[in-house]
């Protein structure tokens, strides 16, 4: 057992379900969510995210090699969503390569993403001509009511605070 804070619910309990060489992936005992252990701090996540050291990625190819799974998911996730909401203005915090913009957007979604990492956003720009901002979602400055829904698949474990944000 770990016993460092729930970044989500500051549960005190957590167990190891999957170790790396510097981190361990750790699931809450008390909500569930599974973070990395210990967290990097925001300087290093930002250099991650900003991948001074990646170049472009093209927008021809699949970078990821499981675009057929990701779409497949989303229009799953999609499915869901348009059972409480028909359409309209969709955000996707952490929006990455465009994959789920791209399949709200087929089905007449006014899709728009924020994504912290450049490489993931260009390519979502160029790829699927897709109106996503480089950053944070305080980056974007979106006015208050400006959607719908919105969505973060796989963001929470980011975020230092995810309460906060």
Known sequence: MKTSRCILCQGEKSRAVHDL????????????????????????LIKIYTGAN??????????????????????????????????????????????FLSVCRQRGWDAWGVEPARIESEYARRRFALPVVTGTLGNARFPSGSFDVVTLWHVLEHLPDPMGA
């Open 21 to 44: 060489a510097e981190h361990s992936y750790v699931q809450c005992s008390g909500c569930g969510l599974v973070l990395l252990h210990p967290m990097p701090n925001p300087a290093d």
């Open 54 to 99: 990646e170049s472009a990625a093209d927008p021809t190819t699949d970078p990821t090699g499981e675009e057929t799974l990701y779409f497949e998911r989303f229009r799953v996730e999609l499915d869901r969503i348009e059972e409480h909401a028909k359409g309209g203005r969709i955000l996707d915090i952490g929006s990455a390569w465009g994959f």
